[in-house]
């Protein structure tokens, strides 16, 4: 059995160190893909550029991501994790002192695409290397590390923005949003330069070019035109762009096939699909994560623009979703996860959707001038529902995937995560700029935005029906 020579017999001796390490680069990927939305409007209204770019600002990220992220673990198979690591680390640092140095909206929008592919380099090595610095015991624990750094900076992401932009610390406004990365960084780069461990395993898997380009071109052909459709008319090469992002999406699937059936190594194990748990719990991630994204977009558009909140007004008034998110989490992992399994998150997509439906209603009610402590119950709720949605999604989804096909598994389902992220940010922006656009008041706007976020949880619920009822149980048929 092949295993990395440094880290046999015993875990290595500086893994909780190391572990340190690896959430400094967590914590980076996690603040930047939360904070732009709260600066957007500031940063449009100093670089200018249409509304599209409040857009591109989180959707570039999240598209670089996702398409990074299927190819990102692999390159830690070829050249070494820690090497990749530290290489990630940099251009993420890099990525993002050229945001904070950006003089136009297609120079910021370029530096996101960068910062999102190096990240994709960056996070799978992090991954991998916990479990091979800690025994099985440990790795419970260091796992569970995530959590709460995950939930803190939900929390307090959205409030640092603001109050970063707010603050103008030595001039700097909102570019500050992304040069506190540095120093950050700087401390990820020392520290795993000096503490991680190299490894690799003794059979590294090829990488499929092919199927890199395949999929990154078919997610842009899907993406781009959602987002500059509504710009420029909806002219008919924006359809013909989406209708070809369907048909390469399906010559990558065959020849992932192909490369599997003649004995290569496919970006995505096609066995991986036959599952009925694998692939309902993508499309319901694939749902669920564009009406979660999109969300947080419009809120703060709708906040800063349409009530004449200040960022740092905007990050405080989503805080209580973010808490209630916490809260969610800490009640799932009291026992009712592995109680109620796939119960527990069509519970948390139904909480969430009451959560959103009243935030509609209460801006409906009280108009523009509504006030942040009126929409916080509201607010709480949708946060407490997908905190309980979101503690057993992964573990539900994987239930059914064969010890052999974890890693191919687990790369797909974050890069489909990161995909919804980009989908929703295209898709309910540009509904609700069209909305602006004809007509509608923000409030108005606002809450036929809050409708369709309304009927994608409801489909997260029904699609939930396709994932095992528990994850320790194996699917059927699977």
């Known amino acids: 059995m092949a295993s990395p020579t440094l880290l046999a017999p015993a875990p290595y001796r500086w893994r909780w160190a190391a572990l340190f390490v690896i959430l400094a680069a967590e914590v980076m990927d996690l603040l930047d893909s939360l904070i732009t939305n709260v600066a957007a409007p500031t940063i449009r209204a100093e670089l200018g550029g249409d509304a599209s770019l409040i857009q591109w600002l989180g959707a570039g990220y999240t598209l670089a991501m996702a398409v990074g992220l299927v190819t990102g673990g692999r390159l830690g198979d070829l050249y070494g994790r820690k090497r990749m690591f530290v290489v990630g680390v940099l251009g993420f640092v890099i990525g993002s002192l050229l945001c904070g140095l950006a003089v136009s909206p297609e120079m910021l929008v370029g530096a996101r695409v960068l910062q999102g592919l190096f990240g994709a380099v960056m996070l799978p090595q992090g991954l991998g290397m916990i479990k091979e610095m800690f025994s099985p015991k440990e790795m419970a624990v260091a796992f569970g590390a995530f959590g709460p750094i995950m939930g803190l900076s939900a929390v307090g992401g959205p409030v640092l923005a603001g109050w970063l932009v707010d603050a103008d610390l030595f001039g700097t406004g909102w570019r500050m949003i992304f040069l506190i990365n540095l120093p950050l960084g700087l401390i990820a780069l020392a520290g795993a330069v000096r503490l991680l461990p190299e490894s690799r395993p003794e059979q590294a898997a090829r990488l499929d070019l092919v199927g890199v380009g395949l999929v990154s071109t078919a997610a842009a052909l899907l993406i781009y035109p959602l987002v500059q459709g509504r710009e420029l008319g909806w002219p008919v090469w924006t359809f013909a762009s989406m209708a070809a992002s369907v048909a390469i999406f399906v010559v990558f699937g065959r020849h992932e096939s192909r490369r599997h059936r003649a004995g290569g190594d496919p970006l995505v194990l096609p066995t991986l699909f036959r599952k009925r748990a694998f692939t309902g719990g993508l499309v319901a991630g694939l749902v669920f994560f564009s009406a979660l994204t999109g969300f947080s977009l419009v809120f703060t558009l709708y906040a800063q623009l349409g009530l004449g909140y200040s960022p740092l007004k905007s990050g405080l008034a989503g805080l209580p979703q973010a808490v209630g998110t916490v809260i969610g989490f800490v009640v799932a992992g009291a026992g009712l996860t592995a109680r109620f399994g796939r119960r527990l998150l069509q519970a948390g997509a139904m909480i969430m959707a009451v959560g959103v439906a009243g935030f509609g209603l209460t801006i409906h009610a009280v108009g ?63 509904l609700f700029f069209d909305l602006l656009g004809g007509g509608r008041t923000f409030g108005a706007a606002m809450q036929i935005t809050v409708g369709v976020e309304v009927g994608l949880l409801v489909l997260t619920f029904v699609l939930g029906f396709l994932l095992p009822m528990r994850a320790r149980e194996e699917e059927a048929g699977g």
């Open 368 to 430: 523009v001038g509504v006030t942040p402590w009126q929409t916080a119950p509201a607010l709480a709720v949708a946060g407490a529902g997908m905190g309980l949605l979101m503690a057993p999604f992964f573990d539900l989804v994987l239930a059914g995937v064969d010890q052999e096909e974890t890693g191919s598994a687990s790369g797909t389902l974050t890069a489909i995560q990161q995909l919804g992220a980009a989908l929703g940010t295209a898709v309910l922006g540009t």
